[in-house]
């Protein structure tokens, strides 16, 4: 089955800085790869995403890239703010379609940024 | 707006005493799933219903049980919680109109266990 990575597991840094988050998987058949950004005491929501048929998406200040080659996808924050502070979870899946559509979820990354 | 709502968000039992944690959808989604939290840990997906299909993970403990009634609700019960069941619990739905398995996530019910 489907195994993410994700590194590192702590990351600070000062306000204004970029901040970069990465993931590996190890299903080639994984086409589906969610960022989720969870603060405390909440649930998780739906930051960016990004599909296997594009090797980057970017959404203002947030965007991620994707190697199928490689098998990893990252995360990148620029210009950040301490309201970027969070515990942000990667995942990978495949196009729905019974258990493989299952998200499996990395270990999660918490961004501290310091103003 | 649309969203997932979930009650309580604080949930407090007595070991063994049973508990039953609901989520509602206005989203009109057809999947709806359930997940375990614990402190600094992933997400862990307990089961999730494809329309009335119930799908069970094969490590989810017995003790946790599922009903969906209709299409805008489901619950989650734990027949006799433990310690080891203190968590967050998290709903979640996807559906159609979502090329890829999208979720949107709930706020999550905090279980205490005494």
């Known amino acids: 089955g489907e195994n993410v990575e994700q590194h590192p597991s702590t990351l600070s840094v000062q306000e204004g800085d970029s901040a970069v988050i990465k993931c590996t998987y190890s299903?080639?058949?994984?086409?589906?790869f969610p960022w989720y950004k969870q603060e405390l005491g909440k649930g998780p929501q739906l930051i960016i995403d990004i599909r296997s048929n594009v090797g980057e998406k970017k959404d203002q200040r947030i965007a991620v890239t994707l190697n199928k080659t490689a098998k990893h996808f990252s995360l990148h924050i620029t210009e950040t703010q301490p309201e970027d502070s969070a515990v942000y979870f990667c995942a990978a899946s495949q196009e729905y379609g019974g258990s493989q559509g299952n998200l499996i979820f990395g270990k999660g990354t918490k961004l501290s940024v310091k103003p | 707006d649309a969203m997932v709502i979930q009650n309580p968000r604080y949930q407090v039992t007595q070991f063994g005493k049973p508990v039953t944690l609901s989520c509602s959808q206005t989203l009109n989604h057809n999947v709806m799933y359930w997940y375990q939290q614990k402190s600094s840990q992933a997400p862990k997906l307990l089961f999730h219903?494809?329309?009335?299909?119930?799908?069970n993970e094969a490590d989810t403990p017995d003790n946790f049980q599922s009903r969906r009634p209709n299409t805008s609700f489901c619950f989650l019960d734990i027949r006799s919680p433990g310690l080891g069941d203190a968590a967050m619990y998290l709903c979640?739905?996807?559906?159609?109109?979502?090329?890829?398995?999208?979720?949107?996530f709930g706020p999550g019910t905090r279980l205490t266990v005494l």
């Open positions: 219903y494809y329309d009335k299909d119930f799908n």
């Open positions: 299903d080639s058949a994984s086409n589906y």
């Open positions: 979640a739905t996807s559906g159609p109109g979502l090329q890829y398995n999208e979720q949107f």
